[in-house]
């Protein structure tokens, strides 16, 4: 995936472009919000984050609190500065998403939050891969 945010459908939804990345759309940015929100509380199975957030696999809190440890830093809550960089891109059938995180103690850091978009009847599924350093 390319990571160039750009200003272009900000306000619009999410772009199904599988040509290039684009900002996160306005809509999904509160689920995002509340992704983080809960691994900086340390509800790493996301059980807080309602019924349209689910891990991508059952090992996955292990794989992320032990990523999170390993950076060495505390994650902090999202800022509206990660809106810049962060980005999703259409993989003809799903949303690709970085988030790109932040620590109390560095601010913006090299850490990413991993998540596939699903549409639904009901709006989106969003799937959490992974925390890591690309």
């Known amino acids: 995936m390319k990571r160039a945010a750009t200003t272009a459908g900000l306000n619009q939804g999410p772009a199904k472009d599988a040509d290039a990345a684009h900002p996160i759309a306005p809509s999904w940015r509160p689920t995002f919000v509340a992704i983080v929100s809960a691994l900086v509380q340390g509800d790493y199975r996301l059980r807080s984050c309602g019924p349209n957030v689910r891990l991508g696999s059952p090992r996955l809190a292990d794989q992320i609190r032990s990523a999170i440890a390993a950076y060495g830093e505390t994650l902090a809550a999202l800022p509206e500065?990660?809106?810049?960089?962060?980005?999703?891109?259409?993989?003809?059938?799903?949303?690709?998403?970085?988030?790109?995180?932040?620590?109390?103690?560095?601010?913006?850091?090299?850490?990413?939050?991993?998540?596939?978009?699903?549409?639904?009847g009901d709006g989106y599924r969003f799937v959490v891969d992974l925390v890591y350093v690309p």
Request: aromatic fraction near 12%; hydrophobic fraction near 50%.
């Open 81 to 120: 500065e990660t809106w810049r960089t962060s980005v999703a891109q259409w993989m003809e059938g799903f949303w690709d998403v970085l988030v790109d995180l932040w620590t109390v103690e560095s601010g913006a850091c090299d850490l990413v939050l991993g998540v596939r978009v699903h549409e639904a």
